[in-house]
Structure formats: C-alpha cells, structure tokens
C-alpha cells in the first residue's frame, strides 16, 4: 500500500516530522533570545533509529539527542516510535519524552505516502479521501518558500469528500488548520480503501507532486511557520510544550478495510 520511494520522483516512503513541522522562516527559530537553523520537517526524518525491542508483530524505535541535535535543538529528549501489526492494521505510536530541566517545545507529524491509484484495480481519478465528519473550514496554502500564506482559502472538500485530482496539488499541499474529523478513508468506490484514524493529532496536511502515483496524507501537531513569522518559538503556531520529565504521545492507526474474506 505504501509508495515505492522512487529517487527520481520522491525518495521517502513515510518520514516522521520532529520537532518541527514544515518550514521556519529563513530557516531558522528564536529561543531565549539565540537563533538556531533546523532543516525541513525537523531532524527526525534523516537520523538513525535504534531497536528497542521487536517480535513478529512490532518493533520499538528509539532516537536519542546527541551533540548534533542539540546543537541545533537544545534539549535532551527521547523519541520512541513503535509500529505494530494485527490482521489488516498497522498501529505507530510515537512517544517524545522530556529529559531535560525546562519546558520543551515540540510538534510532531506523521507523512505516510499511499500508493495512487491503489492495487485494486480502480482508476487514478476515481479516488478521494471521505473525512470523518463534514469540513467546511477554509485550508492554508505556502508561499514559494514554504511558509503559511496570511490568507485562507475556500475549502476543497465537497461535505466529508474530497475528490483527488493533480490540479489541488499545483500550489503545493492542502494544510488543514481548523480540522474537526480524527479520522479519513482513501480509496475509490465499490474496492478496498485505507482508514487512517489520528485522534491525538489535530491537523492535516495531504500532498503530491502532480502527476505522481502516490499521495501524502499525513496527521499532525503543527504545520509550517506563517509568512513573516519572527517571534520566539513557544509563540509558533501549533507548538506544544513538554514538561520536564513528562512524556507525551502521538498515535495513528493504518487499516485496509474492505478485503475479500480470503485475503
């Protein structure tokens, strides 16, 4: 189900987004009065995980901060991600723990890529994401340089349906900022679909390259830094605080409904 990760098109399956999300504002944020760079969606996405523990079903991930880290992001922290399998479902369990001896700033997203069109059969046009409750709210769009526009846009979803086709990926992804569903499916009427539920997650964002046969739908806590935005981190948008020693989780569950009994 998930995209091939193809170099020459997107060479990502399913990164996960750590400690930020999107881009900051030249590429950099303020803390305490110092400025720090951090690269797109944060750190996390290119780093080394280590197994914790695995069996046939699951496997834990763990990431550390280190000298690198911290010299951009400067907190001592724990980041454990465990992935489990049962029947058609895949749970990800993302837990950030705080070891340091301040409040830590944080947001966190998950950015599976589905194959588009699915292997069952229906065509690339058919397929749309079905919310779990209407979303009239307006959607944000980025600029050229990846930061939130100051204005909102009319909403692309037609109830709880929003029908995919290259053109709403023109301007780059659709952001959902005042999203009132936890969960979506993604599929074509009449053949198996994939339900994504995400209820410790408030935002969304769905992306593609146009013309490309996958497509990102992908739950967040956070989103890109608006245009212009120059303030202290704890004032960007979606940005959570962790208490030291306190843990917080960030869950998504993965299922393929709709298989033939003998699949």
Not at 193 to 212: E, R
């Amino acid at each position: 189900m998930i995209w091939s990760g193809d170099p020459t098109v997107w060479k990502r399956h399913a990164p996960i987004l750590f400690p930020i999300i999107g881009m900051l504002n030249r590429g950099q944020y303020r803390l305490d009065g110092a400025v720090f760079s951090m690269p797109k969606h944060g750190f996390a996405r290119a780093s080394l995980f280590h197994i914790v523990e695995q069996d046939r079903e699951s496997v834990t991930l763990r990431l550390d901060d280190s000298d690198g880290t911290r010299a951009i992001y400067p907190f001592s922290f724990r980041l454990e991600i465990t992935f489990k399998l049962a029947a058609t479902s895949l749970s990800v369990t993302a837990r950030v723990t705080n070891l340091a001896a301040r409040d830590m700033p944080v947001s966190f997203g998950f950015h599976p890529a589905f194959r588009w069109p699915l292997p069952f059969g229906a065509a690339r046009r058919d397929h749309r994401v079905t919310f779990a409750v209407d979303e009239p709210a307006p959607i944000r769009r980025m600029d050229d340089h990846g930061l939130l526009r100051s204005v909102a846009y009319p909403s692309p979803v037609d109830g709880k349906t929003l029908r995919l086709n290259d053109d709403l990926f023109v301007d780059d992804a659709i952001i959902f900022d005042g999203l009132c569903s936890r969960a979506l499916d993604y599929g074509a009427d009449g053949t198996p679909s994939i339900a994504v539920d995400f209820a410790d997650l408030p935002d969304l964002g769905i992306w593609t390259k146009p013309g490309a046969e996958f497509i990102c739908l992908e739950p967040w806590q956070g989103f890109n830094d608006p245009a212009g935005f120059d303030g202290d981190i704890w004032a960007k948008p979606g940005i959570v605080a962790i208490a030291p020693s306190a843990m917080r989780e960030f869950s998504m569950n993965i299922s393929i409904k709709g298989l033939p009994d003998d699949r």
